[in-house]
């Protein structure tokens, strides 16, 4: 019989094997583009379900199945890391609170994990990791309508996520042009296969990535929690528990909520089906626990002194000032507010020049990443639950951070609002599109119209040799994209910037904005910025800025 723990050793194995093949799935990419890369966000999605799973024991399948989806809902980075998210979810409802795993769960679980996948791409694509999972479905349940038992039945879902895996570069033009198969399909598989060495051998894979030097990301959270700024502590104790809801308790979180108001402040009340997440300033943490307690049992509590520790963490503050370190290496903490005003805004950017231009434009927060550097569901909750505002607008400025983004939107307190700003360009114009005498859905369309009008051009180096959109790339050449494609690729980057201008210039062009990030020095931007005005600035207005953004040496913005 699969019981709980079974589950447990067979998702941390999962986590495993993929952490232990992160390097290949990235390898897959055939976007040459440096970017989130997939396999590190699956991995790293896994890897925050699997430091979870390692506290439980003695749990129910059901109940083990849904704390793995919570914890990946909570850890989701990238679009991978979002869907495998949220075939986890639906897999959690397919468990239900069952005690054992069996055939018939099993298939239902797959079913249910798939349809809530498609549903929550805009536009699913067949040929990716959303086909690998839903052939595994269909094997999985026509093994269980056969009578085929709990083993028989992963095993025929391997065997169709491994048959969807080897058909996907028919179904994908790039994946066959690159001779490579889909990059989430096989993290996907591997996931299976981590799972399976526990289900049927008993042995759960262990992990042969050396994270002996590796922060712990709740330590250093909770260690950098308190005392980050340099405000009164009105409260003491920095009390945080996890409720697990009981059946038998018909208030709703809201009351506990109500209640925690009047004991302390920085009140955070956050609840799915299962979970209430509680995070509370206050001089009664015995209060918070005995109150909590009437709607579930407790786990995860962390109660800490924040006056006893604002000291340590100045003295490590001052510290870190005197050793600068680059923006996108810099660890984040955000602290939850009550909302103090009606509207707010949280960014994603990286590079310190273009986070100081997003709070000049009226970001409250900011959370750092974009390519190579997904934030997870989780970081943007914080920074939201860390924005003083009843309505935060979030813009993921990346592509592949859209959907991590919106997942925080059913479980975070505020109204949120993300909008589909793909660039850093496209973020910056919907902040200058804002009005704040228009309702929070008209502002919410003005900007993203806004911010779809822009030229987005950037320039940056490629990641592996590559053949991709008629362009035969090299490793480390200079790539020129506009609107998120390549156009051409060169070796001189004073050069490369010119001829992508003259590619976005156009006869009505009015502004033009160029953003040089970390590994361009002054004396080369001002080299290029001559240039630029020279042939340009009669027409266009042209504003130079150092963003000191990583990955990218240029970011060119014309409307």
Do not use: W
């Amino acid at each position: 019989m699969i019981n709980g723990d079974i589950l447990r050793d067979a998702i941390i194995s999962a986590a495993n094997n993929l952490a232990n093949n992160r390097k290949q799935v990235d390898d897959l990419n055939v976007f040459p583009v440096p970017d989130g890369d997939t396999g590190t966000n699956m991995s790293m999605t896994l890897g925050n379900s699997a430091r979870e799973l390692e506290k439980v024991s003695g749990e129910t399948a059901g109940k083990v199945a849904s704390i793995n989806a919570s914890a990946l809902l909570r850890g989701a980075r990238g679009n991978s890391g979002v869907i495998t998210s949220l075939l986890f979810r639906g897999f959690a409802k397919g468990m239900s609170e069952d005690e054992f795993v069996t055939s018939q769960n099993i298939s239902k679980a797959l079913e249910l994990g798939v349809e809530a996948a498609y549903k929550a791409v805009m536009k699913p694509t067949e040929g990716t990791i959303l086909t690998v999972a839903r052939v595994a479905s269909e094997y999985a349940k026509k093994a269980f309508e056969e009578g085929k038992g709990e083993i028989e039945v992963f095993e025929a879902a391997i065997e169709g996520a491994e048959k969807a895996l080897a058909e996907t570069p028919e179904l994908l033009p790039a994946l066959k042009k690159a001779g490579v198969v889909d990059a989430g399909g096989y993290g996907f598989v591997l996931i299976l296969k981590g799972m399976l060495s526990v289900l049927k051998d008993g042995i759960i894979i262990e992990s042969s990535v050396n994270t002996a030097n590796e922060p712990d990301e709740d330590e250093e959270t909770s260690r950098n929690a308190a005392g980050e700024f340099e405000g009164e502590i009105t409260f003491t104790y920095c009390t945080e528990f996890i409720v697990n809801r009981s059946d038998e308790c018909e208030k709703e979180p809201n009351e506990l909520r109500l209640y925690l108001e009047t004991i302390g402040d920085c009140v955070v009340v956050v609840d799915d089906d299962e979970i209430i997440k509680v995070h509370v300033h206050t001089d009664h943490p015995g209060n918070a626990i005995e109150n909590a307690l009437t709607f579930g049992s407790l786990v995860h509590l962390k109660i800490e002194n924040m006056r006893d520790q604002h000291e340590r963490a100045k003295h490590d503050a001052q510290n870190a000032k005197k050793k600068p370190a680059k923006s996108a290496d810099r660890a984040e903490t955000f602290t939850p507010v009550t909302p103090t005003k009606p509207v707010g805004f949280v960014s994603v950017c990286a590079g310190d020049g273009v986070a100081e231009l997003f709070r000049d434009l009226g970001v409250d927060t900011i959370v750092s990443g974009g390519q190579t550097m997904n934030p997870s569901t989780d970081d943007i909750l914080k920074a939201i639950e860390a924005t003083p505002a009843e309505t935060v607008f979030v813009l993921p400025n990346n592509k592949n951070i859209i959907m991590a983004a919106e997942q925080a939107i059913p479980i975070s307190t505020r109204k949120v609002i993300v909008l589909h700003t793909r660039t850093i360009p496209q973020g910056i114009t919907a902040m200058l599109t804002y009005d704040p005498d228009s309702e929070d859905n008209v502002n919410a369309i003005e900007m993203e119209k806004a911010a779809e009008k822009i030229a987005t051009g950037q320039i940056t180096f490629a990641a592996r040799d590559s053949e991709f959109d008629g362009h035969s790339i090299k490793k480390g050449e200079l790539m020129a994209l506009l609107g998120g494609k390549i156009t051409f690729v060169d070796t001189d980057l004073e050069k490369t910037v010119m001829k992508l201008m003259k590619q976005m210039i156009k006869k009505d062009s009015q502004f033009v904005t160029v953003i040089y990030g970390e590994d361009v020095t002054e004396e080369q931007a001002a080299a290029v910025e001559e240039q630029i005005q020279a042939k340009y600035g009669s027409k266009t207005e042209i504003t130079f800025i150092n963003g000191g953004q990583p990955i990218y040496y240029y970011i060119i913005s014309v409307e």
